[in-house]
């Protein structure tokens, strides 16, 4: 049969929704206790059992992920104006944040994994450099040793953009607690959400009065400012969705894994594409996104799938170093696998409910179009 095969559309994720009763419940407390936001008690509830799940030592709740990398940028003691080596293979908010904090973003090229390239770091680094900002882009984990290595012998603070990483483990080890602070996304599109959200998570107990007073306009009491802050608190509606995410997340994980495996068993070796080994040895995944790269056609593998009724996204293309408003953060350095990668990659759909039959359609479309 030619044509739209599907009469659902699929796109590249679906947001996970908990069995609505089960959300009520969460309501009827609030309704119950009539505290909406500003520290409630589901919100406290949240913190806490984040904390005992991922062995967390601190966590700070936001409305939303920029917003946390924002105030993390504020709260690291980085001299003002500085400069900050981060990736050009990522969402906007990761240099939107430095450039919003009056930072100056400077892009390093990405290697392997499409995690920033560690061996290119050093040559960036100027007088004027303050920090790190990389991203366990897909959830596949920056070189995080590599990474400390230099930031200890030049004496930068390192923030991790893991917004996509929630779960990873990296040598028997929570991914965040690599760096100074790690920042994740709870938005309705990542794996774990809280509709819309994020959280700062580190090691640093000082760092904890500083991040709350800016998430909540830096008021410490009743009749007290201390900073001039902005609002980025997460209310409890979010945290009674994020309760109900973590309840479900290893099944989520789960499922997704069975998902990745499904398109590892189709399209891995296949002439012309390169599909990432998401699991080693020392990390365990969590299948976050199905990146594939195309060596030719790319753009024409997305025609014929949305033809097909089937939505892919072309993350992350454009590079950020390629977006109008921040080309001229590009210095002379040369950004080739970025540009190569940029213009390869398409996300393929994965979510919990998404079948094995229909991954298996996804692939043939693929291969297809590719021949
Ligand atoms: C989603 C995302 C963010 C921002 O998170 P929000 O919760 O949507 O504000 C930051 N960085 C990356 C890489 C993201 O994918």
Sequence with gaps: MKGRIYMEPIYVTKPFLPPIDEYIGYLEKIWEC?????????????????CSDFGWKNVSLFTNGHLALEVALRVLDLKPGSEIITTP????????????????????????????????IESLITEKTSAILPVHVYGFPCDVDGIANIADRYNLKVLYDAAHAIGVRVNG??????????????HSTKLFHTIEGGALVY?????????????????????TIELVGLNAKMSEFQSAMGLLSL?????????????????????????????FLADSNYISHNYSYVPVLFENGRDCVYDVLTKNNIFPRKYFYPAISNIDCYK???????????????SQVL???IYPTLSLDNVDKICEIVKDAIR
Excluded: W
């Excluded at 390093?108 to 290119?120: K, L, P, R």
């Excluded at 107990?205 to 007073?213: F, R, Y």
């Excluded at 001229?328 to 940029?342: E, F, M, P, Q």
């Design 203 to 223: 090691n640093d107990d000082k760092l904890k009065t500083h991040i709350n007073l800016c998430k909540n306009f830096g008021i410490s009491g009743s009749e």
């Design 173 to 186: 080890r929570d991914i965040s607690s690599y760096g100074d602070i790690s920042m994740f996304s709870f």
């Design 347 to 349: 996300t393929l759909p």
């Design 247 to 275: 309840k479900y997340l290893d099944s989520i994980i789960e499922r997704r894994k069975s998902i990745y495996e499904r398109y590892m068993s189709n399209l891995f070796g296949v002439k012309g594409i390169k599909i």
């Design 89 to 120: 293979f990522t969402f906007v908010s990761t240099a939107a944040s430095i450039v919003n904090q009056g930072f100056i973003p400077v892009f390093c090229d990405i290697g392997e994994n499409c995690t920033i390239d560690t061996t290119q």
């Design 328 to 342: 001229k953060y590009l210095g002379s350095n040369t950004l080739d696998v970025t540009a190569s990668t940029a």
């Design 34 to 50: 009539g505290i909406l936001t500003n520290n409630g008690p589901l919100h406290n509830e949240f913190e806490q059992k984040l």
